[in-house]
């Protein structure tokens, strides 16, 4: 359910059309932005936990436009019920609902037991089956086919993220020819993994009708434009181009951000420094090691906590002295293998705290409860340690945020896995190897052990990356080069 009605601003129709891009009063107008995600809003910034809905609702505060996606919600009629339309300041937010048949193959199906365990380098955990394939691809054209009387070709149309490989290519079918981009938040994986997708070469020529498609990284990039060379005879050109079959892409990176300034101000809020201030006082000398993700299997949570307990084996001075929060919200609770991995933590950290708890001491916390944005900034600043160890991750803006956070008289430590996409921005972090239990355990003993002037040496390096890669950059400069890029002709 969308939430945030203090937002509305009266006087505004409930009308997701704008004439903006076809306004005659000779105003040089910028066309109207249309993004398309699975889950839409909120625009506040104090969503639910979800990195994707923290980067778009930063671009569409600040520019306004139409935000088209899944309402959360099933019901019978499905993707041809009635669209329900809310309307924030400049923003319309516009939903419709899956059917139950939908939600089962479109998006647990599909997106999250096949797409998502694959492009994480998970083929161990991917399954694949036709049925799903076909529902992915038929919601794909359903949601282009009620979203084509809601825009116009002087629109700008973002679609984001591994549930609408195809939407852009059914957009053209149903005539669009205005500009049109893509952007994954999650990583692409190599050629060798991904044609384990029955469907693999579909889903790339899909991606083929898109004007421009972002990558968090570079690997991913180059990720794609193999699979573009290596499985459809694709030629890669100047300027980042592929192309395949007389159709041609461009590919580029765009490493998402958050709106630091914002989060630095959530960071001093009174409710930041409650949240600051019990945590201390629990904590009493103890130095506060802390961990913020979805609980997601591409997240490493398994192997913080081996690393910590390792620390804990190895540096025996740090019993009784340091103490482990995870803050891991539950995601996608139903499907098999996060039952299997909530069942693994939680034996993990009892096995953990059987283990090591003295009577005033318990050495690890796992909290599955979620916390305001504005709470969560006071933990952050409270932590001396913050460990951010995916073993595969887009971007990671929980290390951004973190960053963000910290007092700059008395910085904390950030330990970023190699395998996040945030390293190639945050290089003065402590980077770890995240299945290298070992290099966990080092890594932590050297953050909880590191001087004050290294402390504030690398801070001053990362927080300069965060303040700079911001979220409205990232827009920026993704509609920046899609407006560079010609609208295509009708595939
Ligand atoms: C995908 C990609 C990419 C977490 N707990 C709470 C809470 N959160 C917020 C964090 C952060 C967001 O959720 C998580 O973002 P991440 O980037 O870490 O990860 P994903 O959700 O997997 O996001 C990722 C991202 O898209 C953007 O492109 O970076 O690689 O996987 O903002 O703070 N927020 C609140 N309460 C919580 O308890 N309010």
């Known amino acids: 359910m969308l939430t945030g009605e203090d937002d509305n601003e009266p006087g505004n129709e409930p009308d997701a059309k704008s004439d903006d891009a076809s306004s005659s009063s000779g105003a040089a107008q910028p066309a109207r932005l249309v993004v398309v995600s699975n889950r839409v809003g909120p625009l506040k910034d104090e969503g639910r936990a979800g990195g994707l809905a923290v980067g778009l609702a930063d671009a569409l505060r600040r520019r306004g436009g139409l935000w088209f996606g899944w309402s959360g919600e099933t019901s019978p ?205 629990i904590a009493r000398d103890r130095l506060q090691i802390v961990g913020v993700d979805r609980m997601d299997y591409s997240k490493g949570l398994v192997q913080r906590l081996q690393g910590f307990e390792r620390l804990l084996e190895d540096y025996p001075e740090n019993r009784g002295a340091v103490q482990l929060l995870q803050i891991a919200p539950l995601s996608r609770a139903e499907l098999g293998p996060y039952v299997d991995l909530r069942e693994e933590l939680e034996g993990l950290a009892g096995r953990l705290n059987g283990r090591f708890a003295m009577l005033d001491w318990t050495p690890v916390q796992i909290m599955t409860r979620g916390f305001s944005r504005r709470a969560l900034a006071g933990i952050y600043r409270a932590a001396r340690v913050c460990m951010v160890t995916p073993l595969r991750d887009g971007m990671n803006l929980v290390a951004k945020e973190y960053v963000a956070a910290q007092d700059p008289d008395d910085p904390g430590v950030l ?54 890669g911001t979220a409205a950059r990232w827009c920026d400069s993704f509609l920046a080069k899609l407006d560079e890029s010609a609208p295509q002709a009708v595939v």
């Open 77 to 281: 009629e499905g993707t041809s019920g009635p669209e329900k339309t809310e309307i924030h300041g400049q923003t319309a937010l516009t939903t419709i609902d899956l059917s139950e048949e939908d939600l089962e193959g479109f998006y647990y199906g599909y997106a999250n037991r096949s797409l998502w365990p694959l492009l994480h380098y998970r083929l161990d955990l991917a399954t694949f089956d036709r049925q799903s394939d076909r529902i992915y691809r038929s919601v794909n054209q359903r949601f282009a086919a009620r979203l084509s009387p809601l825009i116009d070709d002087g629109d700008i149309v973002w679609v984001h993220d591994y549930h609408f490989f195809y939407l852009g290519s059914e957009l053209r079918q149903c005539g669009f020819k205005g500009r049109l981009g893509f952007f994954l938040h999650i990583p692409f994986c190599p050629p060798d993994i991904l044609t384990a997708l029955p469907s693999s070469h579909d889903l790339v020529r899909a991606m083929l009708a898109y004007d421009l498609v972002g990558f968090q990284t570079e690997s991913d990039r180059r990720n794609f434009v193999a699979f573009c060379v290596q499985e459809l005879d694709g030629v890669e050109g100047a300027d980042g181009t592929v192309s395949v079959a007389g159709r041609s892409v461009r590919a580029a990176v765009f490493p998402i951000g958050i709106d630091a300034e914002s989060f630095r101000r959530f960071a001093v809020s009174p409710e930041a420094g409650e949240h600051e201030e019990m945590l201390r006082n």
């Open 415 to 468: 330990i970023l896995s190699r395998f996040a996409g945030a390293r190639a921005e945050l290089g003065d972090a402590l980077i770890v190897n995240p299945y290298a239990i070992d290099d966990i355990a080092r890594a932590l003993q050297r953050a909880l052990t590191m001087p004050l002037e290294e402390r504030q040496r690398r801070y001053e390096s990362m927080q300069a990356a965060v303040f700079t």
